[in-house]
């Protein structure tokens, strides 16, 4: 009986509805979530290749940033062109094992991301409270293993939901009433009891989110002590400069994942093409924003985008 179960679930696919709510619109809808796409990839890629080419930029800060960019382009890489097939094609279809790749990659690499951010803050509160020893202190090497940290974190911590539901029966019905696979969603198609994995995706949602945000909201606190014991106002004004771009990234990446994590679990009242349109921007505008906050805020980045431009212009 458990292998007849297992055979008809990895048999199963699921139906992808993209936007309810907005069916006769969702092929013109497509075209503004195609060019956010588009600026997305260009953009983490544009900034992975300065990073690379430029030795300068070899620093801590620079190579958390091309974590930060290889991280986006597999959020957005995930979800983006399964969403504007479904949009503009009607491929509502996933097969069952895409399904459940699709849920790893978006949850998995989600809580990369977040600590990277995690990563990152921790940085900028070297950099500013222990700037002569900053480079003593994070060394390409210990770079290095926080990123393996935070990227091992997030394939463990999310691996385990991914195996419980792989051996659960699906009902009948395959809709799912979004534009991808996410873990709540599929989870609700299990004919079973599916307390222990809600019990699980709570507690790794929260186990990442809290201590995340608790290392950021620590450094920023030390960081903020330190910059108003510095004597000039040329020199806070610098620092917060410094710190400015990395406070939007963690907005644009924590206010809508935070939405649309409450939503799923408790926004009953909620109307659905709203969760919708914010698990959307969840998962594309942090990638989109990203390089350009960097691009915009970072002169060593900026001052290399022109670079490449005028270069080639003549």
Known sequence: MLASRNNSSHSTFFILLGI?????YQFWVAFPFCVMYIVAVTGNITILHIIRID?????????????LATTDLVLSSSTQP????????????????ACLIQVFFIHAFSSVES??????????????CFPLRHSSILTTSVVIKLGVAVMVRGLLWVSPFCFMVSRMPFCPNKVIPQSYCEHMAVLKLVCADTRVNRGYGLFVAFSVAVFDLAVISVSYAMILRAVL?????EARLKAFGTCASHIG??????????????THRFGHHVPRIVHIMFANVYLLVPPMLNPI??????????????????????
């Not at 014991?229 to 106002?233: H, T």
């Not at 963690?250 to 994590?261: D, M, N, S």
């Not at 906050?293 to 003549?314: E, L, W």
């Open 20 to 24: 309810p709510g907005l069916e006769n």
């Open 115 to 128: 600590g990277v951010l995690m990563d990152m803050a921790l940085d900028r509160y070297v950099a500013i």
């Open 82 to 97: 399964k969403m504007l097939a479904i949009l503009w094609f009607h491929d509502h279809k996933i097969e069952y094992h």
């Open 249 to 262: 990234v963690i907005l644009t990446l924590y206010i809508p994942a935070l939405f649309t994590f409450l």
């Open 229 to 233: 014991r510095l004597p000039s106002g």
């Open 293 to 314: 906050i960097y691009g915009v805020r970072t002169k060593q980045i900026r001052d290399r985008v022109t670079q490449a431009f005028c270069g080639k212009g003549s």
């Open 55 to 67: 030795h300068t930029l070899h620093e801590p800060m620079y190579l958390f940033l091309a974590m």
